[in-house]
Structures are given as C-alpha cells and as structure tokens.
C-alpha cells in the first residue's frame, strides 16, 4: 500500500527530501502562490507550524503556477516572498505542477486518495490542502477557501490518534 511517506519532493533550495523523514507526524500539504487571493493563508499555515510543530504537525508548501500564473517567480524569489512577508519557516518545495501530463507524483496520488468536489481528482485552485495522517494515509482534503485556522480541530484530533 502506498503512503505520502513512499514519496519524495525537492526543497526550495534544490534539495531532495524524503517524505519517510516526516513519518510518525502529521502533514498538511497545501499548494501554494505568492500573487493569489488566498497568498493570505501563509500566515494561518505558518500560525499552524508554531502551534503545532512540536506535537508532530509538519506543514509542506509546493509553489505552483498553473492557476493565473500567480507563481512566476524562480523558486528563490519565491522563499523569499514567503519568508520576508509572512515569516515562512516550514519546509517548502521547488515549484511543481499538481495537474496535467506533469503533475508531481505525490500530488496524483493525493488526488486520487482524496477526491475534490463531485469526485473530481483535479485541484481547482491555489492552496487546496491535504491532511495526512501519522500512517501516511491521506486524511481529508480542503478547498482553497478553507483558512487554515478551520482545520484546527482535525488537525488536533490526528495529532490525537
């Protein structure tokens, strides 16, 4: 059986990171954009981070331009955005696509655990957010306009289980 710890990703800074590092805690990835609507819920997922962090919560950011191009910038520009004007220090990723022919392969099997709206594998939009469990089993999934500070309680009770 496959879990989000069978996966790897690249840190912003080029780095490759295995996900089986995090195993034992839980995660909550969110797709991310530096010129959205949303860029906002940095400061909830960083709220989360400091709340959380030491219970075993570990939050994962992947830059992504496929909705409006509101992520042009070269993945430096990107961590510094992020840490200059909302004080980002949780792990955030290289810049990847989560739909299409080039989707990042944790994020097609994010997807596929986790259906969207009427069933839909696609994400939508900018910070669509999955939770997972301490199994490495996806949890839930949240639409963009779900705030980080919304997913408190499920977040509380996986720390919990």
Not at 84 to 106: C, E, H, Q, W
Not at 120 to 145: E, H, M
């Amino acid at each position: 059986m496959t879990t989000a710890y069978d996966f790897q990703a690249t840190s912003i800074d080029g780095r490759t990171v295995p996900l089986d590092q995090f195993k034992g805690k839980v995660l909550l990835i969110v797709n991310t954009a530096s010129a959205c609507g949303f860029t906002p819920q940095f400061a909830g997922l960083q709220e989360l981070h400091q709340r959380y962090g030491e219970r075993g919560l570990a939050v994962l950011g992947f830059p992504c331009n496929q909705f409006g191009s509101q992520d042009p910038g070269s993945n430096d520009e990107i961590a510094q955005f992020c840490q200059r004007n909302y004080g980002v220090d949780f792990p955030m990723m290289s810049k990847i696509d989560v739909n299409g022919p080039k989707a990042d392969p944790l994020y097609r099997w994010l997807t596929t655990e986790k259906r969207g709206l009427l069933g839909s594998t696609a994400i939508k939009w900018n910070f669509t957010k999955f939770l997972v469990g301490k199994d490495g089993k996806v949890l839930k999934r949240y639409p963009p306009q779900e705030s980080p500070s919304a997913l408190a309680k499920d977040i509380e009770a996986a720390l919990a289980a």
